[in-house]
């Protein structure tokens, strides 16, 4: 049968286990900021370079505990972990702080030391040993001291030539983590599924059975667009980001670009000209569409916004009239 032994309080720690808790927090912060300096890479060299001279900070001042500690009580580190006492600071999970942009990251680094700064003043008003009180100051003090250096290198790495790298290299990220993929499933969702749908409106007449195979043309679609763009590129060679992020965004586009003109087929079949109507609904619906497309492309493809449209109403147009020619046979 498991034992169970219960949490101990801050202010029931030796100083000994204090010691040990703050080396261990040192540690993993100086890690923390490693794998944000990697996920930075190439494309934010000076962010990078900020979280890389944190890092090295951290394990400076754990060094210095760590000696503090050898000089009083020896070489060796009690067993104690910080998942052993309450409220001891607890940092975010590696796989979350991976999602986050160079500002919160630093916003998060930033946090970080305030966090353990303000711990650490809370656990000296709260003890009633001085050593250890003293101990909790000197700490305290130590993270305050993290916070003007973090703010130093911030000063010292991210110049304005550094912001503006890092903003174009941001926007070049969004384009290609979000925009492409978007675009892409957007453009096949409102073009790919016109042909299915206009061809079972002109086939049947009906609205219900066209909604339905605009349905299952529309879902259909973005399941597969979103689990061609995750497997087709996994980001590591390209830079594209997250390959099922990008899946996501690409096959949640795909399914709206589909349903946009198949909505209107929910107009009940009761209603005078009620084919008639949803028909025109939906036609305008589609080029609204490929107006929306055009301006995604002028926006964020810098391809002119006539020659963009052209381009689009062309591939609409052509696939909206197989559509109807196939219905209509």
């Not at 202010?11 to 040192?26: H, K, Q, T």
């Not at 009690?78 to 500002?103: A, C, G, H, N, Q």
């Not at 795909?254 to 009761?270: D, K, M």
Request: some cysteine; charged content about 20%.
């Amino acid at each position: 049968m498991p034992l169970f032994t219960s949490r101990k309080a801050l202010a029931e720690l030796s100083e000994r286990e204090v010691l040990a808790l703050a080396i261990a927090n040192e540690e993993e912060d100086s890690r923390i900021y490693m794998a944000f300096a990697e996920k930075c890479g190439e494309e934010f060299a000076a962010s990078r370079k900020i979280f890389e001279d944190m890092a090295e900070d951290e394990r400076g001042h754990r060094q210095s505990l760590f000696e503090f500690y050898r000089a009083r009580f020896g070489e060796h580190l009690p067993p104690i972990r910080r998942e052993d006492v309450r409220d001891f600071l607890t940092r975010r999970p590696m796989w979350w702080t991976k999602i986050l942009s160079p500002e919160k990251m630093r916003e998060e680094a930033a946090m970080m030391e305030l966090q353990a700064a303000n711990f650490y003043e809370k656990a000296a008003s709260q003890t009633l040993d001085t050593r250890i009180r003293e101990l909790f100051l000197s700490l305290a003090e130590v993270e305050r001291s993290h916070q003007k250096t973090a703010s130093h290198l911030v000063e010292e790495h991210l110049t304005e030539d550094a912001q503006a790298d890092e903003a174009a290299a941001r926007h070049r990220q969004f384009v290609l983590t979000y925009v492409q993929p978007g675009l892409a499933g957007l453009i096949d969702g409102s073009v790919s599924t016109l042909a299915p749908l206009f061809a079972a409106a002109f086939a049947t007449h009906d609205n219900w059975n066209t909604f339905l195979v605009g349905l299952a043309a529309s879902v259909g679609a973005g399941i597969s667009m979103g689990i061609t763009e995750a497997m087709s590129d996994d980001g590591i060679i390209s830079g594209r980001g997250s390959p099922w992020l990008r899946g996501l965004v690409c096959g949640v586009m795909t399914t709206i670009g589909g349903l946009g003109h198949t909505v209107p087929y929910l107009v009940p079949s009761s209603w005078p000209n009620a084919f008639h109507l949803a028909t025109a609904m939906a036609a305008i619906i589609v080029a609204i569409e490929l107006v929306v497309i055009a301006w995604v492309r002028t926006k964020y493809m810098d391809t002119p916004f006539l020659r963009s449209v052209f381009q689009v109403v062309v591939g609409g147009v052509l696939v909206l009239l197989a559509g109807i020619f196939i219905g209509s046979s």
